[in-house]
């Protein structure tokens, strides 16, 4: 049992080297005591000095005493951002946390960093706006697995990363599930609670399983026991169903499973002793929340069948709104739900992280300004980082293709952005040939947004209208959830 999990998050104390004006929002560092959870106040000083960024005067945007705010919380692969703002989606303040590192065994303590780093987003936020809060959503990275006391709510084991794979526990996973179900995966949700199932070897009568957002979001309402139908999917939830399949529903260890409610449901007012020691109001609710990715998609607000979001970041990853729910193991694609519609993606492993091996910043700023985006490029690449692609082709052997490299870095950048363009395509081809709806219109999200060229490019290759994303922060995506949970 991680001990130190009993430490109170809520008896922090907080150091301003000078006090912050009234209402008033201000850069400022914090340092936090955590009492027996640290060795001295040096260590928590690692929560690094964030800048809240909230209006000069609430006046000048029409903000109101009696108008109420939604906060949303996203918590990264590395640190976590909140995002508060009003029914028109005006944002009123927002900032983000690096998670301290808070070690145990020579390993990360996760679940008490994330834990703190909760609570001091909650002290990040402007005093004077708090009691505006009406209600509270946050996303958790999609397969973070926390097997959880029942009773005491402190993890019975470390927490298992959303990139862990759990290999040993495929075979039992395969011989229930259906071929090619989201499930057969190593990293799976499934996969962890099995391996951890089959491991481990105490009493298990009182524990629960529950996704990072779960956890997170108990602290705040105190209800242990409930998520949302887009974390639960990689466990098996069947949001089509509604509910847990029989063949999940048959093995010993589905008595852990959390119940199950759609993304942005009030589950209870805030707890008493948070709400006082922070300050919101008496009615402010908690919802249930979603995954990262599935925020980052809800703050671009594509909201019609057809739209779509191309994340171009380290990798490429696509996600369409269809009427149609698609599923496909070998392409690593799935259907998030989304109320009536689906929210169908896949990865590839192309993107920006082969291009930061080949060029700087610099270069790919100053080369791009050479490009001619409207004429075609005659190389033909698959730029990958490392052997290996699932989507859209699914070949473990494929190797990397970055060669012939001309002498002009201008032809050879122009190539590599034209290729990758030519692999959203086949993307987006075979969702509509698993039986997606067809895309129409591509909003984009991540670094790769921001080059002009590239864009058009892709729009050149698509034949389809892309464009900027004009919010990308998956905490804004939370933060409308927190709006219709309210």
Same mark, same amino acid.
């Given at each position: ?72 919380? +996203? ?14 989606? $005006? ?15 020579? %390993?990360? +303590? ?25 209600? #509270? ?10 097997? #959880? ?55 298990? %009568? ?20 409930? &998520? ?56 402010? #609710? ?28 380290? $990798? ?6 269809? %009427? ?30 082969? =291009? ?7 270069? =790919?700023?100053? @080369? ?7 004429? &075609? ?42 290729? #990758? ?11 509509? +040939?698993?039986?997606? %709806? ?25 034949? @389809? ?22």
């Amino acid at each position: 049992m991680l001990g130190s999990i009993s430490c109170s998050s809520l008896s922090t104390q907080v150091l301003y080297p000078s006090p912050p004006k009234p209402g008033c929002c201000t850069a400022r560092r914090l340092l936090v005591r955590t009492g027996p959870c640290e060795n001295s106040v040096e260590k928590s000083a690692r929560l690094k000095t964030m800048v809240v960024g909230c209006k000069k005067e609430n006046q000048e945007v029409g903000f109101q005493a009696s108008e109420r705010l939604y906060l949303g919380m +996203d918590f990264g692969t590395s640190g976590a951002r909140f995002a508060l703002i009003d029914k028109q989606g $005006t944002i009123h303040a927002e900032g983000k946390r690096q998670y301290p590192q808070y070690m145990r065994e020579k %390993t990360m +303590d996760w679940a008490q960093s994330w834990k703190t780093t909760l609570f001091s987003l909650l002290e990040d936020i402007p005093v004077h706006l708090r009691p505006h809060v009406a209600s #509270i959503s946050l996303d958790g990275t999609s397969a973070t697995t926390l097997i #959880i006391d029942s009773n005491t709510g402190e993890p019975l084991a470390r927490p298992y990363l959303y990139n862990e794979s759990c290999p040993d526990a495929l075979p039992a996973i395969k011989s229930i599930a259906p071929v090619n179900h989201t499930v057969c995966s190593g990293s799976s949700t499934l996969c962890k609670l099995v391996s951890w199932w089959n491991n481990d070897n105490s009493d298990k %009568t009182s524990t629960i399983l529950l996704h990072q957002a779960d956890w997170l979001l108990w602290l705040l309402h105190g209800q242990l026991g409930v &998520s949302d139908y887009n974390n639960a999917l990689k466990v098996g939830y069947d949001p089509e169903l509604d509910s847990y399949p029989r063949w999940l529903l048959s093995q010993p260890y589905s008595r852990l499973l959390p119940v199950v409610k759609a993304p942005g449901t009030s589950i209870a007012h805030l707890k008493g002793d948070v709400r006082t020691l922070f300050g919101f109001s008496e009615d402010c #609710i908690v919802c249930t929340g979603t995954t990262d990715s599935i925020a980052a998609f809800l703050a671009a607000r594509a909201t019609k069948p057809g739209k779509a979001v191309t994340s171009l970041g380290s $990798t490429l990853a696509i996600k369409l709104l269809s %009427t149609t729910r698609i599923e496909d193991a070998r392409y690593g694609v799935y259907s998030h739900r989304l109320d009536d519609k689906w929210l169908v993606g896949g990865a590839s492993n192309t993107g920006g992280a082969v =291009l930061k091996e080949i060029f700087t910043d610099e270069q =790919l700023e100053k @080369l791009s300004e050479h490009i001619n985006p409207m004429e &075609s490029s005659p190389l033909n690449y698959y730029p990958l980082k490392s052997v290996g692609e699932r989507f859209p082709v699914a070949d473990p052997m494929m190797e990397p293709r970055l060669h012939p490299r001309p002498e002009s870095d201008v032809v050879y950048l122009h190539g590599i952005l034209e290729s #990758i363009a030519r692999i959203e395509a086949k993307a987006y081809i075979l969702l509509k +040939d698993l039986g997606a %709806t067809q895309v129409e219109e591509v909003f984009t999200a991540g670094g790769g947004a921001k080059n002009d060229k590239w864009t058009k490019i892709r729009e050149r290759i698509l034949g @389809l209208p892309v464009s900027q994303a004009t919010q990308t922060e998956a905490a804004y995506g939370a933060a409308l959830l927190a709006m219709k949970g309210a």
